[in-house]
């Protein structure tokens, strides 16, 4: 039996103590990392590609749908939210094919997750879960759907609609972009904002000599390159700034490549350049 690589993310200790004991009763689970907060969650992520994790929503500083917002759509996996939260965000999760458990732990919703995550394990499309995981975001945070459409004057800004706030971002404050289905999460200055357009759409409004696609579905700002670390099989991690890195595909690669032979004197490696 292949096992499901699956990380635990809480940041009471009894609460991922208790979790831990609880999935290890399961022969299908194997945990590979417990995070006690939402930037050891992301990180985690990113360098061990799980195919499920367990996310506590309430969570200081970076909570669970932060986690879901900074995590590469390319690399998100499949998601139980852990909640006390209300029968309209239940509703909205049943909506959009997410599942949850609730807190205080119920055993009988924990062993109908793990049930639900081994049916959907051989068939799972990690390109599509971050969609189905950020509709269920939206229709929690707006309890409705608003249909707001907005096109900036300035093509050097972009335009984004969060519930009645309007937020406008100049172009070089973005860090990346990654896309999921009709939704694309803008990373700038610390802050995700949640953008209901195609990637395609996007990548019309922005500078292409500073934007660059390294995966599918992200983008990432060059100017905002930190370090370039090399992988195995010809893929790289960037590090943008001090806080975040992207995965970089090989099918892209050439894009991180002629990046660097336009700055000669920046290196490729694990030196900061």
């Known amino acids: 039996m292949t096992k499901i690589r699956t990380i635990i993310v809480d940041d009471e200790p009894l609460a991922l103590s208790l979790m831990e004991a609880k999935l290890g009763k399961f022969d299908n689970i194997d945990v590979i990392a417990k995070c006690k907060n939402g930037k050891e969650a992301i990180a985690a992520i990113l360098d061990l590609e799980p195919d499920l994790v367990f996310l506590d929503i309430d969570m200081p500083k970076i909570n669970g749908f932060e986690v879901i917002h900074n995590t590469q759509s390319e690399l998100t996996p499949m998601v139980v939210f852990a909640t006390a939260y209300e029968q309209y965000a239940l509703d909205a999760f049943k909506v959009n094919a ?18 639900r995550a ?20 939206e229709a929690i945070r707006s309890h409705k759907d608003h249909n707001y459409q907005h096109t900036a004057q300035d093509d050097k800004k972009i335009v984004v609609k969060d519930g009645d706030q309007i937020t406008v971002l100049k172009q070089d404050e973005i860090k990346w972009i990654d896309a999921a289905g009709d939704y694309c999460c803008l990373h700038a200055n610390g802050e ?11 990548l019309k409004q922005l500078e292409p000599a500073n934007f660059k696609r390294v995966h599918r579905s992200t983008i990432i700002n060059l100017n905002f390159i930190s370090k ?40 490729n490696g694990d030196e900061v350049l």
């Open 228 to 267: 370039v670390q090399s992988l195995p099989k010809g893929e790289y991690f960037v590090e943008l700034g001090a806080q975040e890195r992207v995965k970089v595909s090989r099918t892209y690669k050439e894009a991180i490549r002629e990046y660097l032979q336009l700055n000669p004197g920046k290196k």
């Open 98 to 115: 997410v599942d949850y458990i609730l807190k205080p732990l119920d055993d009988e919703l924990l062993a109908r997750a793990v049930h």
């Open 192 to 202: 995700t904002h949640i953008k209901r357009t195609s990637l395609t759409e996007l």
């Open 118 to 137: 081994q049916e959907r394990f051989a068939q799972h499309d990690k390109s599509k879960e971050k969609y189905n995981l950020l509709n269920a975001i």
